[in-house]
């Protein structure tokens, strides 16, 4: 799998740089770009059905699961890839 | 764009990329209501490219939150002003508010199912009066825990009894209310299970009541439901032949040698296939062929004494080396049908992808090649839905029930003789066929009670056997009420002069008692007449797992010869007379051709 490869050397760039698709996709815009700094507030469309819709996308497709109070202190899209290093490292 | 090859990720993932394609397709325009008790989003934008896919383009109302009763009954002007074509109310075992103590009588278990049965009832009397649309109510999935275990589903105060007693009321709700149709929730969240049904992480946080999977389930339900309304449900199922009605290359292996039946493992699972390719049959889906194959060498496999199908249940039959997508126009244009009315099944990837790039109206699910996963694909596409079935429809009466319902019935006879006469037995014996050998050579080699010599055979000493004129040999296959036993009894004699030995008896024991081995001895001794035989002599030889046999022959009316002192072996003997009588009463034996 190319995802394994990426992963067993990972660092957080990767990371983001594997979600710029994703987020493209489910926010439907093809220019997007995000940053750590990507917050809901700072992002057009990223309400909450979308944020449903993007966590849902993640879990599926690195196959992790967020427990229910995992995301909700995560204040921007740096945030959510360091906890999601934390989980993929203990898969 | 074919949905049907999308991967669950795929589909979440691209959901407004599809919309947008799936867009250009001229479309009917429907409104739809959604009153809901969880947040269904994921359901609503899945169904929506689902049926963008089937030419309808749905315009969606959702209450707020879990105010699904309060905008239908007490503050309905915003659905009234949203005129819905249909209502679909979605709630789940959360939603539900009645739930009676677990100390209830059944007084109280009939009063509490009562009380939130009129909840939904208002619902839905609400809606009809107000709106007159259709009403599309999901029943409701057992629930997540079961503080009774086992007795949850017996007890007055359990959940589980009291779910299993509301759907039960919405269905008899429905047969009698043509606005209100059942969403079957129950069977969907059972076929994946309740552990993939409830997502809890995304319920705390989201209030999303399910999984990815069973909210794609849920869609492609609502989707199959809605589709019925409309009369665009698929109307004709086109099967592949090779390795998908049967195992194996028809023109490779010769038709007698192609897997169907119930003596293997692969054959048993063609065969289920057949069988539930015939109900849809029966409840009036059209049946076609599309193979590559010569026509004439197609044809054959029907004629396999074990095939299910019959020529005459197709209604087309296309079996040629023209492109398939080619041959699925004919066939719509022979049965009038659009393409968009097709389901096509086929084990060969290839073909199937070329179908759906050329035909994207025609369905395509993505089946497979293993036989046993074929079924569960067609059921998942919810295809053939219907929303209600006439008469007209069973046009066949379904012949194929459980094997557990003999047993049923045999409690309800006064005598056993008319149980046995109750199973309407038909039995074919014969000499052995090139089609039965390999059976044969298993049931020697596997069957031990009922197995008076327990003599084992390999496949070329039944081969020979079977050329042999020295040998009268016969296979028996019993058919009764319930369905086909296959080949199930066995004989090899070998003539010497005017007597014949027994060398090997056996039958299976799923027909023990059946009075089969009467009709096998019946047959044995008419052809036993044919060729001038006096005296037919058997034998038992003890094993440990034979003595159930042990007076077999005795039971047939054969006279002892001789005996060991501790009975391990016996020799048996029977005069052929011409007034010979019958023995078997309750089995008719089909006319087979004497050689």
Redesign the interface.
């Known amino acids: 799998m190319q995802c394994e490869k990426q992963r067993s050397a990972s660092s957080m760039a990767n990371i983001l740089e594997e979600l710029q698709p994703?987020f493209r996709?489910?926010l439907?815009q093809p220019n997007l770009r995000i940053s750590r700094e990507s917050n809901s507030s700072n992002v057009e469309g990223w309400d909450?059905?979308a944020h449903?819709?993007l966590v849902?996308?993640i879990e599926?497709?690195y196959d992790i699961?967020?427990?229910?109070d995992e995301?909700?202190d995560l204040k921007n899209v740096g945030e959510m890839v360091d906890l999601m290093e934390i989980k993929l490292a203990t898969k | 764009m074919h949905l049907d090859a999308c991967s669950?990720?795929e589909l979440?993932?691209?959901?407004?990329?599809l919309r947008r394609q799936l867009q250009n397709h001229s479309c009917r325009e429907l409104r739809i209501a959604v009153l809901r008790g969880s947040?269904v989003?994921?359901v609503i934008e899945l169904a929506e490219l689902f049926l963008l896919a089937e030419g309808l383009r749905c315009t969606f109302y959702e209450s707020e939150y879990n105010k699904y009763y309060e905008e239908a009954v007490i503050d309905s002007e915003r659905i009234v002003n949203f005129r819905p074509d249909i209502v679909y109310v979605h709630t789940s075992c959360m939603n539900l508010r009645g739930w009676p103590p677990l100390s209830a009588t059944e007084s109280d278990h009939e009063a509490f199912v009562a009380a939130e049965f009129s909840r939904f009832q208002q619902i839905w009397d609400s809606v009809q009066q107000r709106l007159g649309s259709h009403i599309i109510q999901n029943n409701f999935e057992l629930p997540p825990f079961r503080v009774l275990g086992n007795l949850d589903s017996i007890a007055y105060g359990g959940r589980t009894r009291f779910i299993n007693r509301l759907n039960l009321e919405f269905a008899n709700q429905a047969v009698h209310d043509p606005r209100l149709f059942v969403q079957d929730v129950h069977a969907l969240s059972a076929a994946l299970g309740g552990r993939n049904w409830f997502d809890?992480?995304?319920w705390?946080?989201?209030k999303?009541m399910t999984t990815?999977a069973a909210s794609l389930a849920l869609a492609r339900s609502l989707t199959a439901i809605i589709r019925s309304l409309y009369g665009r449900s698929r109307k004709c199922l086109v099967l592949d032949l090779d390795n998908t009605l049967w195992g194996g290359v028809i023109g490779d292996d010769g038709p007698e040698n192609i897997k169907i039946g119930r003596e293997t493992a692969v054959a048993e699972a063609y065969t289920v296939f057949q069988e539930y390719c015939l109900m849809l049959r029966s409840r009036g889906i059209l049946l076609a062929v599309c193979s590559k194959n010569d026509e004439e060498t197609a044809k054959q496999g029907f004629e396999h004494p074990d095939s299910v199908l019959k020529l005459s249940d197709f209604s087309s039959f296309r079996a040629n080396w023209e492109p398939k997508h080619e041959n699925l126009v004919a066939i719509a244009e022979e049965l009038n049908l659009g393409v968009d009315s097709l389901v096509f099944v086929d084990d060969n990837p290839a073909e199937r992808a070329l179908v759906a790039s050329q035909l994207p109206m025609v369905a395509v699910p993505d089946v497979g090649s293993d036989v046993t996963q074929f079924i569960p694909a067609l059921e998942a596409g919810g295809y053939f839905e219907t929303v209600n079935t006439s008469a007209e429809d069973f046009s066949r009466a379904d012949t194929y029930q459980a094997n557990w319902q003999r047993a049923l019935l045999e409690s309800k006879f006064r005598d056993y003789r008319e149980y046995l006469d109750s199973l309407q037995m038909t039995a074919d014996i014969d000499a052995f066929k090139p089609v039965y050998l390999d059976r044969i050579t298993q049931l020697t080699n596997k069957t031990n009670q009922f197995n008076l010599t327990t003599r084992r055979y390999t496949a070329g000493d039944i081969q020979k056997i079977s050329l042999d004129p020295t040998y009268i040999t016969l296979y028996g296959k019993l058919t009764d009420a319930f369905g086909d036993n296959g080949l199930v009894s066995v004989i090899v004699g070998r003539k010497d002069g005017s007597t014949l030995h027994i060398e090997l008896w056996l039958m299976s024991c799923r027909v023990l008692k059946r009075d089969l081995e009467l009709a096998m001895l019946d047959e044995l001794v008419a052809r036993a007449q044919s060729a001038r035989i006096e005296t037919i002599v058997g034998y038992y030889n003890r094993t440990p797992k034979n003595t159930m046999v042990a007076d077999h022959y005795l039971r047939l009316g054969f006279v002892c010869e001789s005996q060991d002192s501790n009975g391990a072996h016996s020799t048996w003997r029977l005069q052929v007379t011409a007034d010979y009588q019958p023995r078997c009463r309750t089995i008719q034996v089909r006319d087979s051709v004497h050689t």
Do not use: G
């Open positions: 994703l996709d489910i439907d909450s059905l449903i819709n849902t996308a599926q497709e699961k967020f427990s229910i995301l909700l | 669950i990720q979440f993932r691209n959901k407004s990329r947040t989003n994921e809890w992480e995304r705390y946080n989201y999303v990815p």
